[in-house]
């Protein structure tokens, strides 16, 4: 019985990353917003980490402005799960496709590093970090 349930908070772990990056590339703004602790604190996306929930929409919205789409390409999570806390990490690849008619796709690839908390039997992003390995426009 413990496996099946470490197995349980694995795969919903995992389907948390999934539905990030579906929201973000399917715009669905409020399935995104519930995947977060309103206090998450994100690193790695601006000069200085985002702290709270609405700060980070915001910023998210701003920085989608002048995208008509994107798409992340996300690797299988590595997950470590102690309790009621998770982390993960995620490789990604995001490729941007501008609004703009003869604008350049910014694609960029990195890593997730995530921290999770389970909070009423579901689990939420409560730090969120953005390592970049490269980037390249056009």
Known sequence: MAQDADLDDRLAVGDVIIAYANGIDDRDFDAY???????????????????????WMGFVE????????TQHMLGPPSVCIEGDTAT????????????EKGGQVFSLWGAYRT????????????????????????
């Open 33 to 55: 917003r519930r995947l977060f602790h309103p206090d998450v604190v994100l690193r790695g996306f601006a000069a200085e980490p985002i702290q709270g929930l609405e700060a």
């Open 62 to 69: 701003k920085a989608l402005a002048p995208y008509r789409q």
């Open 88 to 99: 993960l990490r995620t490789d990604l690849q995001a490729l941007h496709f501008p609004r």
């Open 115 to 138: 921290r999770l908390a389970r909070e009423d039997a579901s689990w939420r992003i409560r730090e969120h970090q953005l390592d970049v390995w490269g980037t390249r426009l056009g």
